[in-house]
């Protein structure tokens, strides 16, 4: 079974300011991992996905990530935020070869001027 | 671009009625996905189908139902809605060993 901890549930920050969402998860397998955004009033859109490969994984938006395998760790980073992303960001966890995903609470990112 | 779209945004239902909801993808995904969303818990899942008429139960299948007549829908059915059923329901779909793609969302309100 797989788990994940998303440490923040708030996130204040000012605009231009670098951030730093963190994630950390659990499996006793090999995991596919997922940022998801969400705006307010809508559904879910996937920011970066990391499958294998290369453990820097760059999304939409200007946003990055890596992979820790010895930490256990899928922290998302942003070098200079916008007030556009204010947003709830959410970690995913699915065991390799694909299955369901599990989700973590969610990190509400909120920018402000 | 795919596209996965839900009857409703907004449903507002009373104790003990059945309630209907719809999803439709457009890509011909195999899998498709109910989650229901609540404040300080993310994202869980309630059932998911790998292909026409399966159904997997998830994390929180209690008090729902499923049915896949159809590829490209997936209806939730909750045979008799409780206020603490009162959530956001988010469909979504993908193909095997892709990511999910989101639905925008109905949000039920049972009184």
């Known amino acids: 079974a797989q788990s994940v901890t998303q440490l923040d549930s708030q996130v204040p920050v000012f605009e231009e300011a670098p951030v730093e969402l963190r994630c950390n998860y659990s499996?006793?397998?090999?995991?596919?991992l997922f940022w998801y955004v969400q705006y307010p009033n809508q559904g879910l859109q996937l920011l970066l996905k990391?499958?294998?490969?290369?453990?820097l994984v760059k999304g939409i938006n200007g946003f990055e990530a890596e992979f820790n395998k010895s930490q256990t760790s899928f922290h998302l980073r942003k070098p200079s935020v916008h007030i556009s992303d204010t947003a709830e960001y959410f970690c995913?966890?699915?065991?390799?070869?694909?299955?369901?995903?599990?989700f973590g609470k969610g990190t509400m990112l909120l920018v402000s001027p | 671009d795919v596209k996965v779209t839900q009857s409703s945004r907004y449903l507002v239902k009373r104790t003990g009625e059945k309630v209907f909801l719809e999803c439709v993808q457009d890509?011909?995904?195999?899998?498709m996905f109910w989650y229901r969303q609540d404040p300080g818990l993310g994202l869980r899942l309630i059932y998911f189908?790998?292909?026409?008429?399966?159904?997997e139960k998830g994390d929180i299948p209690e008090g729902y139902s499923v049915s896949r007549e159809k590829k490209e829908r997936f209806s939730l059915i909750l045979e008799s809605a409780s206020t603490n059923q009162t959530s956001m329901y988010l469909c979504?779909?993908?193909?095997?060993?892709?990511?999910?793609?989101f639905g925008p969302g109905t949000r039920l309100t049972v009184t």
């Open positions: 979504a779909s993908s193909s095997r060993l892709e990511v999910q793609y």
């Open positions: 499996s006793s397998v090999s995991v596919y």
């Open positions: 990391y499958l294998s490969g290369s453990t």
């Open positions: 995913a966890v699915s065991g390799a070869g694909y299955s369901t995903l599990t």
């Open positions: 890509m011909d995904h195999e899998n």
């Open positions: 189908s790998y292909d026409v008429k399966m159904k």
